[in-house]
Structures are given as structure tokens and as C-alpha cells.
């Protein structure tokens, strides 16, 4: 069965403490990987898209990267305004542009 | 930038009703979805459409329909409203393969 899992569900960082969110997923023929940032009360809000392994993408503080197994979104030096719900999905080949998300990470960063 | 709409933040209903979703997007392109999102299972596809007058079922289809009459223009409807089926719901809209899906900024819908 096609699934992705996200890990931690939670995370608190100190500001200024760097970390990584894994995204690991199991799909028969991956078209594409995407990460997204939810703000409470908010629809998802696109980060980065990630096509074949060793691909890497950033944007400020983040940086996504690809695996044939999995996928990280690394946080440098973090602060307070990246707190969020960072979520995970994948496209697969069979199955049109549909996505599988995974359940995501909440992460809080304090000064 | 793409923008796509739903038409009520929060919305309170009674277990019977029929219940319409709705969503309009000024992307011109092909694709929409709807979702519902809660907590502990994250987002799930509900039904998405191809094209105008076209549906597709996602992973959990049962109590729903969809209606798309027009490009832009995506509902979603409860055919006779549950408590489960209290949730926050949410719009994407995208274009082809390999590309990303926008969101809108959800529904949050209780069902009393």
C-alpha cells in the first residue's frame, strides 16, 4: 500500500537551533514530491517541488532534499515566523496528479 | 498569483441537511480537488475533477458528491449531513502532472 509518514509529529526548537523533518514514503513509481507550510485556520501553502533523487531545493531558511526513500526538509537557524505545520505528499506515476499527504510535522520555534 | 476561493470560513449545519461546499479558482486550469482535513489523519482526498463535467473518486468518497459546471468552479456536496462528516474541508486547484496543487484557505464545517 502506498503511504507517507512523517516524523516527528512535533518539534520545538530554540531559535537559532537547527533541525531536520523527515518524510519517508513507500509509492510504486514516483512522480513528484511537494512540501507545504499550514498555518493554523489556513489552507496549505506550497514550499518546493522534488522530482529524482539527489535533487535539492531552497528557499531562505529551508532546504528540501530527495532520497529514492525519502525526503528532509532541513531549518537553518530557525525563528519564531517558521512555526507551522510543514506536510509532506507524493505523486505517483498511476495515479494522475493526485496526491498522498503525510499526517505532518508541528513545529514551534521559541526566542 | 493563483488564487483559489471557498466561499465560507465556518459554516454550522444540522444532521439531515444537504449541505453545499463551494470553490472557484482564477487559475484557468483543468484540475480541482477536495480534501477534508482532522486531526490525526491529515488530509484525505474526497473527489477531484479532470475537466468540466468530469468526477473522479478519491480515497473516501462515501456521503459525498461533486459538481463541476463550470472550469473555475468546484462544489462539493453532503447529500444528507452526518456528524462525522464535521471537518475542516479544503480546495486545491492545479494543472498537469508533476506541478503543485493551491489551496484555499478551507471550511470549517460542524454538523450538529
Known amino acids: 500500500e502506498d503511504q507517507v509518514t512523517q516524523s516527528p509529529e512535533a518539534l520545538r526548537l530554540q531559535e537559532g537551533e537547527s533541525s531536520s523533518l523527515n518524510c519517508s514514503y513507500t509509492?510504486?513509481?514516483?512522480?513528484?514530491l511537494f512540501w507545504y507550510r499550514q498555518d493554523p485556520g489556513k489552507g496549505p501553502e506550497f514550499l518546493f517541488t522534488?522530482?529524482?533523487a539527489g535533487e535539492e531545493k531552497e528557499k531562505e531558511r529551508l532546504k528540501a532534499t530527495l532520497t529514492k526513500k525519502e525526503s528532509f526538509l532541513h531549518i537553518t537557524a530557525p525563528k519564531p515566523e517558521d512555526s507551522a505545520t510543514y506536510l509532506c505528499?507524493?505523486?505517483?506515476?498511476?495515479?494522475?496528479?493526485?496526491?498522498?499527504f503525510g499526517k505532518g510535522t508541528t513545529l514551534s520555534v521559541s526566542s | 498569483d493563483v488564487k483559489v476561493t471557498q466561499s465560507s470560513r465556518y459554516l454550522v449545519k444540522r444532521t439531515g441537511e444537504k449541505v453545499f461546499l463551494e470553490c472557484v479558482q482564477d487559475?484557468?486550469?483543468?484540475?480541482m480537488f477536495w480534501y477534508r482535513q482532522d486531526p490525526g489523519l491529515g488530509l484525505r482526498l474526497i473527489y477531484f475533477?479532470?475537466?468540466?463535467?468530469?468526477?473522479e473518486k478519491g480515497d473516501i468518497p462515501e456521503g459525498y458528491s461533486v459538481s463541476r459546471e463550470k472550469k473555475e468552479r468546484f462544489s462539493l456536496i453532503l447529500e444528507s449531513a452526518s456528524t462525522n462528516q464535521t471537518s475542516m474541508y479544503l480546495c486545491?486547484?492545479?494543472?498537469?502532472?508533476?506541478?503543485?496543487?493551491?489551496f484555499g484557505d478551507g471550511t470549517r464545517l460542524s454538523i450538529l
Open positions: 505528499a507524493v505523486q505517483r506515476y498511476q495515479a494522475g496528479t493526485a496526491l498522498i
Open positions: 509509492v510504486s513509481g514516483l512522480r513528484g
Open positions: 522534488l522530482y529524482s
Open positions: 487559475m484557468d486550469h483543468e484540475n
Open positions: 475533477s479532470y475537466d468540466v463535467k468530469m468526477k
Open positions: 486545491a486547484g492545479g494543472t498537469g502532472s508533476n506541478q503543485p496543487q493551491h
